[in-house]
């Protein structure tokens, strides 16, 4: 099992900084875990597959892939017995983090993803280890490859939450706060507008012109892509996504979920 582990210090940048990049290459069924670690760190799948593990459920990941831990959370993983991964990782702390991660779409119910340019994602991350071998004082040149590099990482999908105009600082915080309260079953347009300090016809008006939906609507697409997610990619029954993202009820959500995909959401599971 080889591994590369390189640190810097200190930090170049307080408000976000990378301290930490490494590589392994793991042997059939290494595990890491049950562990809560003090700080972010995101895993990029090489070669090879495994599984990531949060609060019970499990993500099953290849080569292309990441995962996201977060501090002070219990995760788990482990390479496979026939194919083990290999990976890349970089640790990161700071506080403009969330803010980032929210960016990348990288928030509480989306900690996996597909890296769509893996060729040039491979080529980085070998010169950053590369650097971290050789170059031991260039910590400026390290550090930018690895902010080039954690910037590839973005959740998967087309949303129209990542590809909105941000000039418009309403829509933006609207949008955060559908990403941060998506799951609770009492969340509600007027409960949004106060938020934003708006009154809710305003606030309609405003999300029409700017992304053709209404609050309700932005609200409820989203929910649903993210239950397109976790029924695709873990091992969740249809009753515990449903609550997951904000439905008390499994049966409004089989319906709303079969309007917006044209399936029901059990066709969704693998």
Avoid at 25 to 49: A, D, M, N, S, W
Avoid at 112 to 130: C, F, P, S, Y
Avoid at 168 to 176: A, F, P, R
Avoid at 230 to 249: F, I, P, Q
Wanted: charged share 25%; glycine share 8%.
């Amino acid at each position: 099992m080889a591994r590369v582990d390189y640190y810097f210090d200190p930090p170049l940048i307080e408000t976000f900084h990378i301290f930490n990049l490494g590589h392994e290459t793991c042997l059939p069924g290494h595990q890491f875990g049950p562990h809560v670690r003090e700080h972010f760190v995101i895993h990029y799948v090489l070669k090879g597959k495994g599984y990531f593990e949060k609060t019970g459920v499990r993500y099953e990941l290849g080569a292309g892939q990441f995962f996201l831990i977060k501090p002070d959370e219990v995760t788990f993983y482990r390479a496979d017995e026939v194919e083990p991964w290999e990976y890349f990782w970089l640790g990161f702390n700071g506080e403009q983090t969330e803010r980032l991660l929210g960016i990348l779409g990288l928030l509480d119910f989306n900690r996996v993803g597909t890296v769509k340019d893996q060729e040039k994602l491979a080529e980085w991350i070998g010169e950053a280890l590369l650097a971290s071998v050789t170059i031991e004082t260039n910590s400026f040149y390290i550090q930018g490859l690895s902010q080039a590099i954690f910037g590839e990482f973005q959740v998967e999908g087309d949303s129209i939450y990542r590809s909105i105009n941000r000039r418009n600082v309403h829509i933006e915080k609207l949008l955060k706060a559908i990403h941060n309260n998506f799951g609770r079953v009492d969340y509600s347009v007027q409960e949004l507008a106060r938020t934003l300090n708006l009154t809710a016809p305003y606030l309609s008006a405003l999300t029409k012109k700017e992304l053709g939906k209404t609050p309700s609507q932005l609200l409820s697409d989203y929910r649903l892509e993210k239950a397109s997610y976790l029924l695709k990619k873990t091992d969740m029954r249809v009753n515990e996504v449903a609550l997951a993202v904000g439905y008390e009820s499994p049966l409004s959500f089989s319906r709303a979920y079969k309007k917006m995909y044209g399936l029901a959401p059990s066709f969704q599971q693998p």
